[in-house]
């Protein structure tokens, strides 16, 4: 009786110095408690996620509902998703890679690109799509935009605090550059790029003609390039660390059913069979594969 009692004077004492760990839960046992997975998602990432007359459209809302329904086969419950947007600005709550260290979110699902040291507190996915790094400009700029050359006092768009930013930066260092910050950066900056105001954006592919498509361009209002992608691009989910089941959990969701098939089904869907999205997608996994 009497090391009972201490083993519990000593829990208690454990649990108030430590009350973190005392509290803590995995993502599954949340999910389990609560019936919602919380997932972050942003509204300027099309096709993967956007606004169309105020419902939320996109790759991830199609991908996070099967996912969804895959959960509550292993819990055996139902669960609702909530919606969360996420931005690229890490020092708002809203931060992607923050949201999910502080737990703001469960997931979150997008095209974040796998790092090899990803941020404090989260991990990536395996990959769920492949893209590459293209360059949008007005057609007849393809006369003057050299992307085999230094690029010299061509001004390149860019989006604030992106990879791609640092990737320009980098290998074009005698180019000009016109930085785009916040949610609405890319449709400005794609804008640009269409009216010649700049002599071309660099984006990944994908999201290139994912902002093309929401803004209904037309395939002869502007042009990718180069043919072959400047550098290839695997996306992840952002996921929190030291939570290995629910690694596990979602790594197998992607491997049995996120499939290129399956990307190019929810992508005839969402956008027409003869979108140039599906075109892209095939030819990015393409030219991407085994690299």
Request: with cysteine.
């Amino acid at each position: 009786m009497k090391n009972k009692l201490i083993i519990i004077i000593f829990s208690i004492i454990f649990s108030l110095i430590n009350p973190g760990v005392a509290r803590s839960q995995s993502v599954l046992q949340e999910i389990q408690q609560t019936g919602v997975l919380k997932v972050g998602m942003r509204k300027d990432a099309a096709p993967f996620g956007y606004v169309s007359s105020s419902n939320w459209e996109g790759i991830c809302i199609e991908l996070m509902n099967e996912f969804k329904e895959d959960l509550e086969k292993k819990l055996n419950q139902t669960i609702n998703i909530e919606k969360l947007e996420t931005i690229l600005d890490e020092d708002s709550e809203q931060g992607r890679h923050s949201s999910v260290a502080n737990k703001r979110v469960h997931l979150e699902c997008g095209p974040n690109t796998i790092r090899k040291n990803p941020p404090t507190g989260v991990i990536y996915s395996e990959s769920f799509f492949t893209t590459g790094t293209y360059l949008m400009m007005k057609p007849d700029r393809r006369i003057t935009v050299d992307s085999n050359g230094f690029m010299k006092g061509i001004l390149i768009g860019v989006l604030k605090d992106s990879l791609t930013q640092k990737f320009i930066e980098s290998r074009y260092q005698l180019a000009d550059r016109k930085v785009y910050p916040g949610a609405s950066g890319r449709a400005a900056a794609v804008k640009d790029a269409i009216a010649g105001t700049i002599d071309a954006f660099a984006s990944d592919g994908i999201l290139l003609e994912g902002e093309a498509f929401r803004e209904g361009l037309k395939e002869t209002q502007y042009s990718i390039e180069p043919n072959r992608p400047l550098t290839c691009i695997s996306y992840g989910m952002i996921l929190p660390t030291n939570d290995s089941e629910w690694e596990k959990t979602v790594n197998e969701y992607i491997r049995v059913k996120v499939s290129i098939s399956r990307t190019i089904e929810i992508l005839t869907k969402l956008t027409g069979a003869t979108s140039p999205l599906i075109g892209s997608t095939i030819s990015a996994s393409d030219k991407c594969s085994g690299l």
